[in-house]
């Protein structure tokens, strides 16, 4: 079964303080990850994308890593700011040639940074 | 109780006619959020709904396109004269509150021939 888990469900810090969201995915045949950050009443907004072949990429203070072989990901807040709080959404694709094209998401982690 | 749930899973029609996509949202959830995935592509904020009321409409791609939401449950999307373009997977979200974890319903894939 298709399945994308994330953990925390939620998560508190304090500014200026760094954390790190878990993803763990069941997808098959895997395509892409994504995480996407998502703040409240808003669309979600893509962070990073990655294939089966990379294993890290950074956009700022977001940096998201992936093992295929062990089917994990996390993201990687540095230097946290209020800015950051909002809903991180990960979500798997599967391959689209084989069988059609299928996309999981995860629950989110509901990060609240505080002052 | 029991997730998102969007209907018709799949669509196929013809460019030019009109096609109307269903989200029933958890119960008691009521914030709702319609997003379109083309193949390929990252998830595109449409529209969202606060109760019955859509504050923020922006996110239509075009004056073809139209939402509504009734007593605070299930909504519908409308495109009216769909165009290829039009084709993607329409996805529907819920939350308990705008502050609140979204969840996903599983989406509707529009194909425009």
């Known amino acids: 079964k298709n399945q994308v888990e994330q953990s925390p469900q939620s998560l508190i810090i304090l500014e200026g303080k760094n954390c790190t969201l878990q993803c763990n995915y069941t997808v098959s045949p895997f395509s892409n990850l994504r995480w996407y950050k998502q703040d409240t009443g808003r669309g979600p907004v893509s962070l990073t994308i990655?294939?089966?072949?990379?294993n890290t990429k950074s956009n700022g203070r977001y940096t998201a890593t992936l093992d295929a072989d062990t089917k994990q990901s996390s993201l990687h807040i540095t230097a946290s700011q209020l800015s950051d709080s909002a809903s991180y959404i990960c979500?798997?694709?599967?391959?689209?040639?084989?069988?059609?094209?299928?996309?999981?998401f995860g629950a989110g982690t509901r990060l609240f940074v505080k002052a | 109780g029991a997730g998102v749930s969007q209907s018709p899973s799949n669509k196929v029609t013809e460019k030019g006619k009109d096609v109307e996509l269903r989200c029933d949202p958890i119960s008691g959830h009521t914030a709702l959020y319609w997003y379109r995935q083309r193949l390929g592509q990252g998830l595109e904020f449409l529209i969202y709904f606060q109760g019955n009321s859509a504050p923020d409409k922006s996110g239509l791609p075009s004056d073809r396109f139209s939402a509504e939401r009734t007593g605070e449950s299930v909504s519908t999307l409308t495109i009216q004269r769909t165009q290829q373009e039009d084709s993607a997977v329409y996805l529907c979200?819920?939350?308990?509150?705008?502050?609140?974890?979204?969840?996903f319903g599983q989406g509707t894939r529009l194909t425009v021939v």
């Open positions: 990655m294939t089966f072949s990379e």
């Open positions: 979200a819920s939350s308990s509150h705008l502050y609140t974890e979204a969840f």
């Open positions: 979500v798997v694709s599967a391959d689209g040639n084989t069988g059609g094209f299928k996309t999981i």
